[in-house]
């Protein structure tokens, strides 16, 4: 079946000038950890990459995950129609995600595990709370950010597969302007400000992770 949106030329409007604003900030890219130091490793770059593989998948390898439970959720046409793309290349996604983890081998040991897992294990419940909001738009904004999110997070996945022989897969979700121009589709000035309160609170779930990512590896190596 073939999707057709919006046509991508033209200059982005305001609200999705600040959602661009704000994950210059605090997306993933933006992390140190995830902006280089998990690359930079040397011995321990393996381990490290392994374990940022585990926890992604126990935070975003469940089914419903946050596009199917946006979906739930009234929604502008254009919108939907997104989310239909979204929920089917996020499916291929996971797959790969899950076929990279198996790879990986078991998480690398690391003081503190039940506390880590019991971290990520809140960081879920409180993006699957998100997705499932009232506040019309909160959960398109938490897809929103996931989707556009998953860039580092693919490229993490990605050095992983290379690191244990995984054949890398194309990626499949929809582009960042495709994305970007969700916020365009709110609608009205108040969904448009609940869409950038839910990518708001998803990526602060994410940067939580890549904290957490970091001081396990530092204490893997006794820093």
Sequence with gaps: ???????????????????EALFATDGGKSHPYMAGHIFAGGRETGR???????FVAQLHGYQPGVIALAE??????GVRTWL??????????????TQVVVAAGPMPSTAGQAESEA??????????????SERNGCAIGAAMALVLDWRPIRA?????????????????LPS???TLRLIEEAGSASVARAMTFG????????????????????ARIGT
């Design 176 to 178: 960042t302007r495709q």
């Design 84 to 97: 239909r793309v979204a929920i089917e290349a996020f499916r291929e996604e996971r797959a790969y995600l």
């Design 48 to 54: 490290d990459l392994a374990d940022a593989v585990h």
């Design 119 to 132: 971290a990520v294990a809140q960081a879920r419940h409180a993006i699957e709370m998100l997705a499932r």
């Design 1 to 19: 079946m073939v999707y057709h949106f919006r046509p991508e030329e033209g200059a982005p409007s305001r609200d999705a000038q600040a959602i």
């Design 199 to 218: 990518a708001q609170q998803l990526l602060a779930q994410h940067r939580g992770l890549w904290d957490l990512l970091e001081a396990r590896a530092r």
């Design 72 to 77: 739930e959720r009234p929604a502008e046409r």
């Design 156 to 172: 993490v996945i990605d050095a992983t597969a290379q690191r244990f022989g995984v054949a890398l897969a194309p990626p499949a």
